[in-house]
């Protein structure tokens, strides 16, 4: 159980250099489980006001939230250290595509559509290395592979401070913003006018997301 919460948080981190990136916001770890996404976005409390669900859908979302950490749980229990990045990364992807399904007949479209901005801006920096944003931004095939060594850095360097934390989250959470400044900084220096224009159109409005608290192993 220690060793997956700390996988949890090391991918948390990763996360939360990426956020809110391009958006002008501050903001913490897109989600409390894995890699977050829409579904995990959905079960907190500031977003569900947000988007200004009824006490009905706000009931559904909250349950919707639930039940997709707890697949992500059972989906995560055995897998080896090594391997716990990736897979992490591949059922938060498969379990956001199966609950957007629900998602999209539980709220409305205007709903639908701010809850993947909010989810843009604390996908950030990892947006970028997403196809289908890419090719909504026009990115080049110069600039994919530029982001993708930034990004490849940005992690690696996310690692190497929460392999050497220990207990001392603050510090570890000074490091990660200064990191995503600069990583932030990097990215925005590759892209047009035109791309930037895009980007905003596509994440809306800033909106502030607090850090997750995660509790301590038992």
């Given at each position: 159980?220690?060793?997956?919460?700390?996988?949890?948080?090391?991918?948390?981190?990763?996360?939360?250099?990426?956020?809110?990136?391009?958006?002008?916001?501050?903001?913490?770890?897109?989600?409390?489980?894995?890699?977050?996404?829409?579904?995990?976005?959905?079960?907190?409390?500031?977003?569900?006001?947000e988007l200004k669900?009824?006490?009905?859908?706000?009931?559904?979302?909250?349950?919707?939230?639930?039940?997709?950490?707890?697949?992500?749980?059972?989906?995560?229990?055995?897998?080896?250290?090594?391997?716990?990045?990736?897979?992490?990364?591949?059922?938060?992807?498969?379990?956001?595509?199966?609950?957007?399904?629900?998602?999209?007949?539980?709220?409305?479209e205007e709903q639908?559509?701010?809850?993947?901005?909010?989810?843009?801006?604390?996908?950030?920096l990892m947006a970028?290395?997403?196809?289908?944003?890419?090719?909504?931004?026009?990115?080049?095939?110069?600039?994919?592979?530029?982001?993708?060594?930034?990004?490849?850095?940005?992690?690696?360097?996310?690692?190497?401070?929460?392999?050497?934390?220990?207990?001392?989250?603050?510090?570890?959470?000074?490091?990660?913003?200064?990191?995503?400044?600069?990583?932030?900084?990097?990215?925005?220096?590759?892209?047009?006018?035109?791309?930037?224009?895009?980007?905003?159109?596509?994440?809306?409005?800033?909106?502030?997301?607090?850090?997750?608290?995660?509790?301590?192993?038992?």
């Amino acid at each position: 159980m220690r060793g997956c919460l700390k996988a949890v948080m090391a991918f948390g981190v990763v996360v939360a250099l990426a956020t809110p990136a391009m958006a002008q916001g501050r903001g913490g770890p897109g989600g409390g489980w894995g890699g977050g996404g829409p579904i995990a976005l959905l079960g907190r409390p500031e977003v569900q006001k947000e988007l200004k669900l009824t006490t009905e859908q706000t009931e559904k979302a909250t349950a919707l939230a639930t039940s997709t950490r707890e697949k992500m749980m059972a989906e995560m229990e055995g897998v080896d250290q090594a391997d716990r990045m990736a897979k992490m990364q591949e059922v938060s992807k498969k379990l956001n595509e199966e609950g957007m399904k629900t998602v999209k007949a539980m709220l409305k479209e205007e709903q639908v559509s701010r809850l993947h901005q909010i989810d843009l801006q604390q996908r950030g920096l990892m947006a970028f290395t997403d196809k289908e944003i890419a090719k909504k931004l026009s990115i080049s095939d110069e600039q994919e592979t530029k982001i993708k060594s930034i990004v490849a850095d940005m992690q690696a360097d996310a690692r190497e401070i929460m392999q050497s934390a220990g207990d001392d989250r603050q510090a570890a959470n000074t490091k990660v913003m200064a990191l995503r400044k600069e990583t932030r900084e990097k990215v925005m220096a590759l892209m047009s006018s035109d791309q930037k224009k895009a980007w905003k159109e596509l994440t809306g409005e800033p909106f502030t997301l607090a850090p997750m608290q995660l509790r301590p192993a038992r």
